[in-house]
C-alpha cells in the first residue's frame, strides 16, 4: 500500500497524550467502540490514515485481549 509518511502526519505529543486519548475512548465505547475510535484517531487526530485504521484493527482483533487496548499499544509503538 502506498501510505503517506509518517512524518508528514501529526503524532501524540506524548505517552500522556496516548493514554487520555485511549482512556477516553475506552470509556466511550463499550459494545460499538469502532466508530467512535476511527472518528477520533482517522479524522479528528489524524494519527492514521483511514487504510491504516483498517489494517490495524484487523490486527487488533486478532490479537488476545481488550482491540482498543491492542489498537493503542501499536500506535505507541510507533
Keep these: 500500500m502506498n501510505f503517506p509518511d509518517s512524518a508528514s502526519r501529526p ?3 506524548s505517552l500522556t497524550d496516548l493514554f487520555v486519548s485511549f482512556t477516553l475512548l475506552a ?8 466508530a467512535v475510535v476511527q472518528r477520533e484517531l482517522v479524522e479528528r487526530k489524524r ?6 485504521f483498517i489494517e490495524d484493527w484487523a490486527v487488533a482483533q486478532v ?4 482491540n482498543v487496548v491492542n489498537l493503542s499499544m501499536m500506535i505507541g509503538g510507533r
Design 63 to 66: 490479537m488476545p485481549g481488550p
Design 27 to 34: 470509556l466511550q465505547g463499550f459494545g460499538g467502540v469502532v
Design 47 to 52: 494519527w492514521l490514515t483511514q487504510e491504516e
Design 11 to 13: 503524532q501524540p505529543h
